[in-house]
């Protein structure tokens, strides 16, 4: 494998990530897209994504993932998919299945989509349907054998959360009768309506280890069959996750409207402002905009991390989290146990490890409705309509 | 010589991964499901040759053409071990 260690030209944008819409049949309450999802209505054609596209891919962007919301309402997904694929992309879609059918995944194999990875809410079709919001689960398992007949490699997603915590053993069981390639149980991610949802998804730290040791189990179980991926969820651990591999370093999220951010969840960081790809080139946004290199390297950080020998490998975690968990984004990751706000995070899941307090609150769907009840406070009262 | 391969083997490129040449990164690259491997000089000639119609000896033979000087029998059978462990390359389907 070749490295350039010495490598001080600019970072390379390897991750194009297009949410192509917000608009999702499904109702995820942890969904990690913005509470304000219904704002974005205004978006980006079917020529302004392509060329997006040309542009990130002459910068070097080589991984291109279709998502969004869900990305089959889409109705120019085959074209945007197509000139993807001319441009030597490896084209991912990101889809819960919802809104595709046989023909669809035809035109899609023809086009020259590489890989659809196919999300499950749970294993069982009571909870998948209970946590989607409708019911998907069978047409779910039938989008993922037409995935394997169209010889697409097989990669199947499932949220992790504590309804579905304990039954990792049962989705890796099915995960293989359904002859997966890879299997991702990951993470909820606390953004968005995942963190309006928090107290209700956190699992206790005794589920989050029985989780992993069945993962565990399985990888070896597999091996060679099926390459199970588990990451424990950072919450649980005493350092943070390397995010995005570091700020504008090797992603490039674009949301429905144009907004560029450097990773999904950035939206939600206050004092940026987010640079469009209506009023700047690809090229512009990445190498000299303002927000992709405030967080970029090492000189914006602070004590702990400053001088901290583990800085190169978790380039001080994630800075939605450190925002919304400490109030300044400069912070450390309060993940990390030399965080001053480490204690913080220790008591949300000592919370999580006590049953009795955990049913406070209904779990909040996300769907356009309850983003208008939530967000409308947030709009600016001039609309465009 | 090789635990996966015998010289009238034909090794194909695997279907849940794609072989080509990033300018950017100024190497072949091994792309697959949201994730890519570069590839040193080397291994690239090797797998460049895994189409699917050659078989072992003949991609031997063909990079001895290309480089004379260097003994590299051992070294693509190593190389065909590591990439079949990585599920990289298969044998071609009958
Ligand atoms: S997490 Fe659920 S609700 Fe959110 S975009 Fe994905 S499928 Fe839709
Ligand atoms: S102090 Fe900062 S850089 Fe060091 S391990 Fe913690 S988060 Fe990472």
Known sequence: MTTNGSDTSPPKPLWLLAELTYKCPLQCPYC???????????????????????????????????????????????????????????????????????????????????????????????????????????????????????????????????????????????????????????????????????????????????????????????KGKMRIFYVVPDYHEARPKACMNGWGAVFLTIAPDGTALPCHAASELPGLTFPNVRDHSIEWIWNDSNDFNKFRGFGWMKEPCRDCSEKEKDFGGCRCQAYLLTGDATNADPVCSKSPHHEQMVKLVNQANMEPKRDTAPLVFRNMRNSKKLTAHKWPTTSKA | MSNHFKAADI????????????????????????????????????????????????????????????????????????????????????
Not at chain 1, 141 to 149: D, G, Q, S, T
Not at chain 2, 33 to 42: I, S
Request: charged share 25%.
């Open chain 1, 32 to 222: 990690s897209n913005p509470m304000d999802i219904a704002r974005y209505t205004d978006e980006l054609s079917t020529e302004e994504w392509i060329r997006v596209f040309k542009e990130a891919r002459a910068l070097g962007a080589v991984q291109l993932g279709f998502s969004g919301g869900e990305a089959l309402v889409r109705k120019d997904l085959e074209i945007l998919i197509a000139e993807a694929h001319k441009l030597g992309y490896y084209t991912n879609l990101l889809t819960s299945g919802v809104g595709m059918d046989e023909a669809r995944i035809r035109a899609f194999k023809q086009a020259g989509l590489d890989h659809i990875q196919v999300s499950f809410q749970a294993s069982s079709e009571e909870l998948n349907n209970y946590i989607a919001g409708n019911n998907s689960f069978e047409h779910k398992l039938e989008m993922a054998r037409l995935v394997k007949k169209y010889d697409y490699p097989m990669v199947l997603c499932f949220v992790l959360h504590r309804h579905n915590e304990d039954q990792v053993e049962q989705i890796l069981e099915m995960s293989h009768a359904l002859e997966a390639d890879y299997v991702e149980l990951a993470t909820t991610q606390y953004y968005g309506w995942a963190l309006h949802n928090r107290e209700q998804l956190i699992p206790s730290q005794a589920q989050v280890e029985a989780a992993e040791a069945v993962a565990h189990r399985y990888q070896e179980k597999y």
């Open chain 2, 11 to 94: 090794p194909q490129i695997s279907a849940t991964f794609r072989f080509q040449w990033e300018e950017a990164q100024g190497c072949h690259v091994l792309l697959y499901p949201e994730g890519m491997v570069k590839l040193n000089p080397a291994a690239s000639e090797i797998l460049k040759r895994c189409d699917g119609i050659n078989s072992v000896d003949l991609i031997i033979k063909d990079l001895k053409s290309a480089y004379p000087d260097a003994d590299l029998d051992s070294d693509v059978y190593h190389f065909l071990d590591t990439a079949y462990d990585n599920q990289w390359i298969r044998h071609k389907s009958a």
